[in-house]
């Protein structure tokens, strides 16, 4: 039987490690450089998720449904990056947001209103 969130732990962790792959490839590269993570539907094909990952030698730009990990291989770094991943474009219950101000973060809510997601 399949539970509420399988199929997307699933997704999450191939992610993961296609994102690994890919650093374990990059052993010879001198300079550090960031692992980025594409994904979105195809306006084509229902249901179908098109997926890439880039690499880039400076910080990447923000935009919403990012992941992103900092690699240096000479510090023997290889890590995901919260702080500049994005929060997927998708659909959340409502019930499941907080509504205490703690929780509120600026960045995220700065980043919906230059996508026009949030307008206020």
């Known amino acids: 039987m399949?539970?509420?969130g399988d199929t997307r732990d699933d997704m999450?962790?191939?992610?993961?490690?296609?994102?690994?792959?890919i650093a374990n490839r990059m052993k010879g590269e001198d300079k550090p450089?960031?692992?980025?993570?594409f994904a979105k539907a195809d306006?084509?094909?229902?249901?179908?998720?098109?997926?890439?990952?880039k690499m880039y030698h400076v910080v990447p730009k923000g935009i919403i449904g990012l992941l992103i990990w900092y690699v240096d291989n000479a510090k023997g770094i290889f890590k995901f990056c919260p702080e500049l991943s994005s929060p997927p474009d998708v659909p959340v219950d409502p019930?499941?947001?907080s509504d205490r101000p703690e929780d509120f973060s600026e960045r995220v809510a700065d980043q919906g209103k230059?996508?026009?997601?949030?307008?206020?």
């Open 2 to 4: 399949q539970l509420l």
């Open 12 to 21: 999450a962790m191939d992610v993961c490690k296609e994102a690994e792959r």
């Open 33 to 37: 450089f960031y692992i980025v993570h």
């Open 43 to 53: 306006q084509n094909n229902s249901g179908v998720i098109r997926q890439t990952f």
């Open 95 to 97: 019930q499941v947001l």
């Open 114 to 120: 230059e996508f026009k997601i949030l307008t206020t």
